[in-house]
Nanobody, 122 residues
């Protein structure tokens, strides 16, 4: 299983980015695929998760109303549309798949990508 993130970059506050996570060798529809982020000297935190082809989605309170997670029909690519970005959104963003404990925001996932950097300047 390989997860490859793309779409990160540098934007001004209020701007938008769309992250993609392409999963090869993995197409689970009954388990979470999620986005996490980690800023320097901070713990990795769950941002959003999706399962069952989008019938269930979860978001961190800090991104509700601004970020949208979605998945393609094959269930192998997950997207994170990020709007109205803020400087506090600056972090390395990671894609994760297959939760071991069933808690979407817990970092107990079997598969991780290498991350894509998002930088938001004020």
């Amino acid at each position: 299983v390989q997860l490859v993130e793309s779409g990160g970059g540098s934007v001004q506050e209020g701007g938008s980015l769309r992250l993609s996570c392409a999963a090869s060798g993995y197409a689970a529809r009954r388990n979470y695929m999620a986005w996490f982020r980690q800023a320097p000297e901070k713990e990795r935190e769950g941002v959003a998760a999706i399962v069952a082809r989008g019938r269930v989605t979860n978001y961190a309170d800090s991104v509700k109303g601004r970020f949208t997670i979605s998945q393609d029909n094959a269930g192998t690519t997950v997207y994170l549309q990020m709007n109205n970005l803020k400087p506090e959104d600056t972090a390395m963003y990671y894609c994760a798949a297959e939760s071991r404990d069933g808690r979407w925001a817990s970092p107990e996932y079997n598969y991780w990508g290498r991350g894509t950097q998002v930088t938001v300047s004020s």
